[in-house]
C-alpha cells in the first residue's frame, strides 16, 4: 500500500468507539466471498486497411469482505484476465500484451483489485486503500474484462435523511490492463496522448465531492446529484444530474436532464491542451408492458470531454461515445425484457442507434447501430447469463467497421 496512505489507515483501526465492542472473531464469522467467472472474446473488422482486432481472454473478479468490529471492516478482490489463444488479428484491449491494433503477443493480467480498511461510525463509512470507485466521473469505467480501480481514501455520509455526501482524495488508479498503479496525472497525460497532444501535467491527487439527494416527493421520484472534481494545475469539472421518473396511467416514465463543465486550470492553460468545455442533454424514455422506448439528444461545447476515469456522458454505445468538440448527437433505444411467465423468460434485448454531427464539419459525421441480447439463465444454473452484442459503426471518411462482443458470465458467493 502507498505509505502516505498508513497514518489514515492507522487512525481507522484506532478510532473505534469504545461502547461498541465487538469480538475479533465477527471479522471472520460476518465474512463474505464473492465474485464471477467470465469469457468474452471481442472482435472488431475494419472495411478499409486498419488492422483487425480480436481478444478472448477467460477470468474473473473475486471479492472478499470481512465482517465487522467496533466499526472497522477490511475488503480485499482479486481480478485476472488471460488469453486464450492468440490469433492473426491485432490485440483488442481485453488482455495485456500491448495498445490495442498492435500485433504484440498477448499477456495475461492477473492483479490485486482492492485492498484496503475501512471505518463506519456514526453514519460515516471511511474507506483507506485500493478500492473501486463507482461516481459519475470516476467510476469502474467497466468496457474491457477487468474494471478500473483506484487508490487513496473515500468517505460517505448518510446521517441527514434522502442525502449521502460523498468525498474523495485519490492519488493512484488502474487501468483495464495495467498490473501496477499509476498516478492520476498519468491518467490524464494518457488521455492527452491518444489525441496526439503531449503534456506534462503535475501530479497532483485527484479531489472530489458528492452530493446526492433522494427529493421527498411522492408523484414523481425524483434523484438530484451535484459533483465537483478537481486536480490543482490541472483541471475542474462539475456534473448534475436529475433523474425524475413517474406513472402515467399503465405506463412508466422517466426524465434525466445532466450537465458537464469542464475548464484547465494552472500550467494546463499554458499548453495546446488547454479546454474549456461543457456537455448538455437529456435522457427521455417510457416503460410499457416489458417495452423501454428511449430518446436522447446532447451537445457539447468547443472542446472535446476529457474523462480518463470513466465518465457519465449523455450518449455511450458500444463503440461511440458523445465526446467531441461542437458536436451534437441524436439516439433513439427499444428494449424489451421477457415476462417470466413466457417460453423466452430470461431474455432481454434492445436497438440502440445514434448520430453524432459536429457543427459545419460533416466530414466528421458518424452513425453507429447497436443490437444486444441477453440471457440470464438463473432457472437452469443459478448466476450464469449469456450476452451477445453487434455494434455497425458507419464514418463520413475514415474504416467504417463492425464491433462483436460474446460474453458468458457465472457469478457466485460463498
Keep these: 500500500m502507498n505509505t502516505k496512505l498508513l497514518p489514515l489507515v492507522a487512525a481507522c483501526l484506532v478510532a473505534s468507539p469504545a461502547h461498541s465492542a465487538e469480538p475479533i472473531a465477527n471479522l471472520f464469522n460476518d465474512a463474505t466471498f464473492k465474485g464471477q467467472l467470465q469469457l468474452f472474446d471481442f472482435q472488431r473488422d475494419f472495411d478499409g486497411e486498419s488492422a483487425d482486432r480480436r481478444d478472448t481472454s477467460f477470468g474473473g473478479l473475486f471479492y472478499l469482505r470481512s465482517g465487522e468490529t467496533n466499526g472497522v471492516s477490511f475488503g480485499g478482490s482479486f481480478a485476472s484476465a488471460n488469453p486464450i489463444w492468440d490469433t492473426d488479428d491485432a490485440i483488442y484491449g481485453l488482455v495485456g500484451g500491448g495498445a490495442p491494433g498492435s500485433a504484440n503477443e498477448r499477456e495475461s493480467v492477473n492483479r490485486l483489485q482492492e485492498y484496503f480498511v475501512s471505518g463506519n461510525w456514526y453514519d460515516t463509512k471511511i474507506t483507506v486503500g485500493a478500492q473501486e470507485l463507482r461516481t459519475p466521473m470516476m467510476n469502474p469505467f467497466p468496457l474491457r474484462a477487468i474494471p478500473f480501480t483506484y487508490r487513496g481514501a473515500s468517505v460517505k455520509n448518510t446521517s441527514i435523511d434522502n442525502l449521502a455526501i460523498t468525498a474523495l482524495y485519490i492519488t493512484d488508479y488502474m487501468g483495464w490492463t495495467a498490473e501496477e498503479f499509476g498516478s492520476v496525472a498519468d491518467g490524464v497525460k494518457s488521455e492527452f496522448a ?10 497532483n491527487p485527484m479531489l472530489a465531492l458528492g452530493f446526492d439527494y433522494t427529493l421527498p416527493f411522492e408523484q414523481v421520484k425524483t434523484k ?191
Design 194 to 203: 491518444r489525441k496526439g497532444v503531449v503534456v506534462d501535467v503535475e501530479d
Design 224 to 414: 438530484a446529484s451535484i459533483w465537483h472534481y478537481t486536480m490543482e494545475d490541472v483541471y475542474n469539472q462539475t456534473y448534475f444530474k436529475l433523474n425524475m421518473s413517474g406513472d402515467l396511467g399503465a405506463t412508466n416514465w422517466y426524465f434525466k436532464p445532466s450537465y458537464l463543465k469542464q475548464d484547465s486550470q494552472g500550467s494546463l492553460n499554458s499548453t495546446e491542451a488547454e479546454f474549456d468545455t461543457y456537455q448538455a442533454g437529456f435522457h427521455l424514455g417510457m416503460k410499457w408492458n416489458g417495452f423501454d422506448a428511449t430518446v436522447k439528444y446532447v451537445t457539447t461545447g468547443e472542446g472535446d470531454i476529457v474523462a480518463p476515469f470513466g465518465d457519465e456522458k449523455v450518449i455511450i454505445q458500444q463503440v461511440v461515445q458523445s465526446a467531441r468538440a461542437n458536436e451534437d448527437a441524436y439516439a433513439a433505444q427499444l428494449a424489451y425484457r421477457f415476462a417470466p411467465s413466457s417460453a423466452l423468460k430470461g431474455v432481454s434485448a434492445y436497438l440502440n442507434y445514434a448520430s453524432y454531427e459536429v457543427d459545419g464539419e460533416a466530414s466528421k459525421d458518424i452513425d453507429e447501430t447497436d443490437i444486444s441480447v441477453r440471457y440470464d439463465m438463473n432457472e437452469y444454473v443459478e448466476g450464469l447469463s449469456l450476452r451477445a452484442r453487434h455494434a455497425i459503426v458507419n464514418y463520413a471518411t475514415g474504416d467504417d467497421l463492425t464491433d462483436t462482443r460474446f460474453y458468458v458470465y457465472y457469478k457466485f458467493e460463498i
